[in-house]
T-cell receptor, first 113, second 114 residues
Framework: AQSVAQPEDQVNVAEGNPLTVKCTYS??????LFWYVQYPNRGLQFLLK??????LVKGSYGFEAEFNKSQTSFHLKKPSALVSDSALYFC???????????FGTGTRLQVFP | DTEVTQTPKHLVMGMTNKKSLKCEQH?????MYWYKQKAKKPPELMFV???????INESVPSRFSPECPNSSLLNLHLHALQPEDSALYLC?????????????FGSGTRLTVV
């Protein structure tokens, strides 16, 4: 079965510092991986996806993620965090058979001024 | 237009009411999805429509009834809901099924069942 794991419930970082939100995956076959961000009482905003190609994926709002097949990871990164980046971040993998997105449990990112 | 629009944004309904949630997109996407998100939990898939036909029903109770009247519109009809059905209901669309082109989510309808 396909799954993703987000090992950290919360990540705290100071504004201006680099941030990393971790995600590991378990799939059979080639993974389709996604990152979404959710602000309070809002829907999901797409950040980036990995389908195939370059292992370094660049997305919206300055975020990027590195696909690492040997470590089965897809960590989300940003070189310089903003207070406005504070939100809930979900990693997701597409289930091949049902076309559903299987989400991780989410990581709350808190960026302090 | 690159958005998925959901209405209403908030809905409070009694357990004997009938109500509907609406989702609309004008991106020409042919796959549409309903997800349910409970508080402090990740979204979970309910239904998948592909070319206006129901493809996947994730064993959702019959008190939830989806409908896709045309390629731009997806409804979720609600009847005799329970308080535990209170959640954020998210609609999503994709160019076609499969995820290659990604998924666009709406802002959701926050449903409270009293």
């Amino acid at each position: 079965a396909q799954s993703v794991a987000q090992p950290e419930d919360q990540v705290n970082v100071a504004e201006g510092n680099p941030l990393t939100v971790k995600c590991t995956y378990s799939v059979s076959g080639n993974p389709y991986l996604f990152w979404y961000v959710q602000y309070p009482n809002r829907g999901l905003q797409f950040l980036l996806k990995y389908i195939t190609g370059d292992n370094l994926v660049k997305g919206s709002y300055g975020f990027e993620a590195e696909f690492n097949k040997s470590q089965t990871s897809f960590h989300l990164k940003k070189p310089s965090a903003l207070v406005s980046d504070s939100a809930l971040y979900f990693c997701a993998v597409r289930d091949y058979n049902t076309d559903k997105l299987i989400f991780g449990t989410g990581t709350r990112l808190q960026v302090f001024p | 237009d690159t958005e998925v629009t959901q209405t209403p944004k908030h809905l409070v309904m009694g357990m004997t009411n009938k109500k509907s949630l609406k989702c609309e997109q004008h991106m020409g996407h042919r796959a549409m999805y309903w997800y349910k998100q409970k508080a402090k939990k990740p979204p979970e898939l309910m239904f998948v429509y592909s070319y206006e036909k129901l493809s996947i029903n994730e064993s959702v109770p019959s008190r939830f009834s989806p409908e896709c009247p045309n390629s731009s519109l997806l409804n979720l009809h609600l009847h005799a809901l329970q308080p535990e059905d209170s959640a954020l209901y998210l609609c999503a669309s994709s160019q076609v099924r499969g995820g290659v082109y990604g998924y666009t989510f709406g802002s959701g309808t926050r449903l409270t069942v009293v």
